[in-house]
């Protein structure tokens, strides 16, 4: 089969995580439905897949549904399969099918030997195509879009019906044949399914199942001039590979219909649909089309940029993936959609970080510090606990350090603890300083001047038992390195970015400007420098940072990945997914009351 790329050394049955964590919470519906299945042995082999349009790059709610059936699979022994739904030529591109193929496998995730195209399948498709049409049951519609469109009614109003929709088998089959072979220009024709323009299900109102396009495709160039719609393909797709079971979010729920139409008419492999809430979090947009606006407004540098939540932005960012699947389990799986507190990512963020980042000291926003009762070559190593390795390092106590705008304050408010005139704090690691003196240059502090107790080396307690309320991380001058720092908050002023907006394209107003501030002039241990681009890095009071792919030899940068401070309210989580399961097992209830009562008379189900 053409587009299959054969790659045995890796397993999409069993693949386990570097880490070799289990990120599938088996409480969840799906889970239990598979579970059922496979006891029951309605299935003999759990095969799930995950479908990108290869259009656009992949976001966090991606993610979820990636997480989702490849660990599905892997829980039941099964596999997952890698299928690139190309059926639209005019958006797709070989670089988005590059950077899905990067983001899956850097999520953790390998398909093996089944990557799939649904252009793979066009020849089938089209043969199918064929088979409903000579059933009866699909008709070439001359009518324009626009037309197509407007007879199409809505909920409460009946469609009208093509004038073309009697046409002979015969006919139609001439006329799908020269569409094919390119005989009538782009538009000006499709072929519609004939189903039901009354029914109430707007996606069984005679769909258009494929239309006349010439643009180059991505895999088959220009062979073909017809193309199949991502509705009459998907299901197909499915029955072909085996699927067991097709799991999409809810809004192809009133699609699921139309799917069994096709595979029931055609009397192919019948696939099973399971739908689930899709990923919406706060101070974010998921929607393709707003993401787009984002990058071509130029309100972010780019789709990886670090403030995107899409799966290269957050990798550039420095956010584990280990931490995505994570979250990805955290949220879990339900029917209503909610809106998921973005701190519950951060949270998870933060616990990976904690755990395997590099502790360093770094000034982001430096200030000068001079010691004014050490000599001018005063030099002294000093001992520092290295983390996550047991061990120490080494860091030079010289006549002048740096220390963060944030720990002085040359007019300090009342609840202020560190440095100030007349005010001592303990150097982490090092000894106590007093400050004796500021210079200003007008309102800006260049220079702050201090004395050193001796006594304090180790940063240990005096013996006259006088106290310090603070403890701040300072850098020598000697031991600096000049990098660029990038700090990041939300993307957007609100968690609702569409909250109070009336018109189409007010969310941009809640668009949060201040949400990159660049610091050129910071400083950190040298060793900082010599890391790998996407190695955690903790700098000690600052937050957790990685390097950035900017970095060059002569100038690296960081990116903040997330802030140490943990405001998350992890009960209020747990009780909001405590009443999401409640909320589940009602609608469970519910529907298994509903399967147990006898149909009416008139055959309703």
């Not at 350090?401 to 560190?418: Q, V």
Request: proline share 4%; glycine share 6%; hydrophobic share 35%.
């Amino acid at each position: 089969m053409s587009g299959v790329v054969k790659d045995t050394t890796v397993s999409s049955r069993s693949a386990a995580h570097p880490d070799g964590s289990d990120d599938i919470d088996r409480s969840n519906f799906i889970y239990k439905i598979v579970e059922s299945d496979v006891a029951e042995g309605r299935v003999k082999e759990v095969i799930t897949r995950f479908p990108p349009e290869p259009n656009g790059f992949l976001h966090i709610g991606h993610a979820k549904s990636i997480c989702l059936n490849f660990e599905l699979a892997k829980a039941f022994g099964g596999r997952t399969h890698m299928r690139f739904d190309d059926t639209n030529p005019v958006t797709e591109e070989a670089m988005y099918i590059e950077s899905i193929k990067n983001d899956v496998k850097w999520l953790g995730y390998d398909w093996g030997e089944h990557l799939y195209f649904a252009s793979d399948y066009f020849q089938q498709l089209y043969d199918w195509a064929v088979e409903l049409i000579k059933q009866g049951l699909a008709y070439v519609d001359d009518q324009s879009v626009e037309e197509i469109r407007e007879a199409r009614g809505s909920i409460t109003e009946p469609g009208k019906e093509s004038p073309y929709r009697n046409r002979s088998v015969e006919e139609n089959l001439h006329l799908f044949e020269q569409m094919r072979d390119g005989a009538f220009p782009d538009g000006y024709c499709c072929l519609r399914a004939k189903i039901d323009m009354a029914s109430g299900n707007m996606n069984l109102r005679d769909p258009i199942l494929y239309r006349i396009i010439r643009a180059t495709h991505v895999n088959t160039g220009d062979k073909w001039v017809i193309y199949p719609m991502y509705d009459y393909a998907h299901g197909q797709s499915d029955s072909i590979e085996r699927i067991s079971h097709s799991i999409c979010t809810v809004e192809f729920e009133n699609h699921r219909p139309l799917y069994d139409w096709f595979q029931e008419k055609l009397g192919i492999v019948r696939t099973r649909q399971i739908e689930y809430a899709r990923l919406n979090l706060t101070y974010c947009v998921m929607n393709k089309r707003l993401l787009i606006q984002l990058v071509n407004k130029g309100l972010v540098r780019g789709w990886d940029d670090p403030r995107m939540p899409t799966i290269s932005g957050l990798r550039r960012r420095g956010v584990p993936a280990a931490a995505i699947r994570r979250f990805c389990r955290k949220v879990g799986v339900a029917k209503r959609e909610n809106l998921i507190q973005i701190e519950l990512l951060e949270d998870c963020i933060r616990e990976y970080m904690h755990e395997h980042a590099t502790r360093l000291f770094a000034v982001v926003d430096p200030i000068l510090v001079e010691i004014e009762n050490v000599p001018e070559d005063f030099e002294e190593e000093v001992e520092i606990p290295t983390y996550p390795n047991p061990g120490t390092r080494k860091l030079t106590f010289g006549k002048r350090i740096y220390i963060d705008s944030k720990d002085f304050m040359a007019n300090p408010t009342k609840d202020f603890h560190r440095l100030f005139v007349g005010g001592e704090v303990r150097l982490r690691h090092c000894y106590w300083v007093k400050c004796t003196d500021v210079v200003m240059n007008g309102d800006k502090v260049e220079k702050i001047v201090c004395t050193h107790d001796p006594s304090t080396k180790g940063g240990c307690a005096p013996a006259d038992g006088r106290k310090v309320k603070a403890t701040i991380h300072w850098i020598n001058e000697k031991d600096a390195e000049r990098v660029e720092v990038r700090w990041y908050s939300r993307l957007f002023t609100k968690p609702d970015p569409k909250e109070g907006c009336v018109e189409k394209g007010d969310w941009i107003k809640n668009f949060n400007f201040d949400s990159m501030h660049v610091y050129e002039n910071s400083l950190c241990e040298r060793s900082a420098v010599s890391s790998n681009v996407g190695d955690p890095l903790h700098f000690e009071r600052m937050g957790y940072f990685t390097k950035d792919p900017d970095s060059t030899d002569s100038r690296c940068v960081f990116n903040l990945t997330v802030g140490i401070q943990d405001k998350f309210d992890k009960g209020a989580f747990e009780r909001e997914h405590k009443e999401r399961e409640r909320q589940r097992r009602l609608e469970a209830a519910a529907a298994r009351r509903l399967k147990r009562a006898p149909a009416d008379k008139a055959g309703g189900k």
